[in-house]
């Protein structure tokens, strides 16, 4: 089935430092992908998505590109600030239950502390 | 921004009895969501519900889990009968369109529930 992989974290960088979370997935026919983020005591919002390949999703400085060819949609970001410090999830649109609605197969969810 | 409003955000149960988790979704949205999160796991994706059915469920709501929306604002999930491994975060969301139409997901703060 489809499924998605984010790296382990936690992941602790200095302010200004360059930031990527791998993830990659596995997935039959043309899934979206997404990525969401938790703030301390917040529920999950969408940060950026693309939805088809090559797409780039962008949002706050963050980057993400479809890329069909490794299977992959790295969450990037030039220079990290403290307060973006958070935990990080890749997911995928998935529409294999049969119906129209389609659902979220969502990574475990990579934690990113960004010290000043 | 509307919020997705869940409560409790901590609820404590013993293994065998009976839990509500209760949740407020955004008030023009139609598509509703339950999802969990063991700890150190995956998000999972529990059931969607439409126009006061449930649309897809996955392997893991079975038969001790129900949802309902008794009055029209409230969403909740129902837990009948509790075991260890139902120990998790559960999120609630909401979304005016489907994932298949890549309408973003609007997520609670979830209730993290233990079960003893």
């Known amino acids: 089935g489809n499924s998605v992989t984010q790296m382990e974290g936690p992941v602790t960088l200095s302010e200004e430092a360059f930031l990527t979370i791998n993830c990659t997935y596995t997935?039959?026919?043309?899934?979206?992908l997404f990525w969401y983020v938790q703030y301390p005591g917040e529920g999950l919002q969408l940060l950026l998505k693309a939805t088809k390949a090559d797409d780039k999703g962008s949002n706050k400085g963050f980057e993400a590109t479809y890329r069909k060819e490794t299977t992959s949609f790295h969450l990037e970001k030039g220079s990290v600030q403290v307060s973006d410090s958070a935990v990080y999830f890749c997911?995928?649109?998935?529409?294999?239950?049969?119906?129209?609605?389609?659902?979220?197969?969502f990574g475990k969810g990579t934690k990113l502390s960004v010290k000043p | 921004e509307p919020e997705v409003t869940q409560t409790p955000s901590h609820q404590v149960t013993q293994m065998g009895q009976e839990v509500i988790l209760r949740c407020v979704p955004i008030s023009n949205h139609l598509y509703f969501y339950w999802y969990r999160q063991i700890l150190g796991q995956k998000v999972e994706f529990l059931v969607s519900f439409y126009n006061n059915e449930i649309s897809e469920k996955s392997e893991i709501f079975d038969d001790q889990f129900s949802v309902e929306r008794p009055d029209g604002s409230n969403f909740t999930l129902k837990i009948r009968s509790t075991k260890l491994e139902d120990s998790a975060m559960y999120f609630c969301?909401?979304?005016?369109?489907?994932?298949?139409?890549?309408?973003?997901?609007?997520f609670g703060s979830g209730t993290q529930l233990s079960v003893l």
């Open positions: 969301a909401s979304s005016v369109g489907t994932v298949t139409t890549n309408e973003k997901l609007f």
């Open positions: 997935a039959t026919g043309y899934p979206s």
């Open positions: 997911a995928l649109s998935d529409q294999n239950y049969g119906g129209s609605q389609g659902n979220l197969i």
